[in-house]
């Protein structure tokens, strides 16, 4: 599994609360990812990181944000909860991200429901 | 626009039989190709990643092909097992630091 930890696996939150969902690494890589993962859709970029405090967004980032205070711990926070963002959301790390043909490494995922 | 798409779309074969998976990407400049296997509930796990001069590649009973003149890959699973039960996604990452861009997935089911 690479190490990768995501919490919590799965969450049940009421519309227009905010969630904020975890992913810990513990082999200290520098590209960290969260994707989100929808019926018909292939998994698709939400956030990245490419080190401390250091994020950009991807394809479908409004709203989400994101936070990256330490190495090994990569935040997803739904500032305000919608059904539309009822999924299964993914976090994935790179190693050695500097270098495009290295493994990406994928999280067991967190099975958000808005009610 | 970049785009992986992956046929067929849904695949049921009897255990023991072969299976190939077929994939096109129009992502340009194109840096490598990536199968993965996902199970049910879980994440997604890599099979191969091929580079722009790899053709082939192989892990297991699992083989990988690519052409990039044509931007085709294959995934070809021979003697299949219960267990090859999953869905199967090919991923495209273009120029270095872009994110990796996955296509739907072909879901496989493998009956007794």
């Known amino acids: 599994d690479a190490g990768i930890t995501q919490s919590p696996r799965h969450k049940v939150t009421e519309t227009g609360t905010p969630v904020t969902l975890r992913c810990h690494q513990t082999?200290?890589?520098?590209?960290m990812y969260w994707y989100r993962q929808d019926p018909g859709h292939g998994l698709r970029l939400i956030h990245y990181?490419?080190?401390?405090?250091?994020?950009d967004k991807g394809e479908v980032s409004d709203g989400y944000s994101v936070s990256r205070s330490k190495t090994e711990d990569f935040l997803l926070t739904l500032e305000s909860a919608t059904s539309s963002q009822t999924s299964v959301y993914f976090c994935?790390?790179?190693?050695?991200?500097?270098?495009?043909?290295?493994?990406?490494?994928f999280g067991q995922g967190t099975r958000l429901t808005v009610v | 626009k970049n785009q992986v798409e992956q046929s067929p779309q849904s695949l049921i074969i009897l255990e023991g039989k072969n299976c190939t998976l077929q994939?096109?990407?129009?992502?340009?400049?194109?840096?490598?190709l990536r199968w993965y296997k996902q199970d049910t509930g879980r994440g997604p796990v890599s099979l191969t990643i091929?580079?722009?001069?790899?053709n082939t590649k192989s892990n297991g009973r699992y083989t990988a092909t690519l052409d990039a003149d044509t931007k085709q890959s294959s995934l070809h699973i021979t003697a299949s097992q219960l267990s090859d039960s999953a869905s199967y996604i090919c991923?495209?990452?273009?120029?270095?630091?872009?994110?990796?861009?996955f296509g739907k997935g072909t879901t496989l089911s493998v009956s007794s």
């Open positions: 994935a790390i790179r190693r050695d991200g500097e270098r495009e043909n290295t493994e990406a490494f």
């Open positions: 082999e200290n890589h520098r590209y």
């Open positions: 990181s490419y080190g401390v405090k250091d994020t």
């Open positions: 994939c096109n990407y129009t992502v340009s400049p194109f840096s490598n």
């Open positions: 091929m580079t722009f001069s790899e």
């Open positions: 991923v495209v990452s273009g120029q270095a630091g872009t994110a990796l861009i």
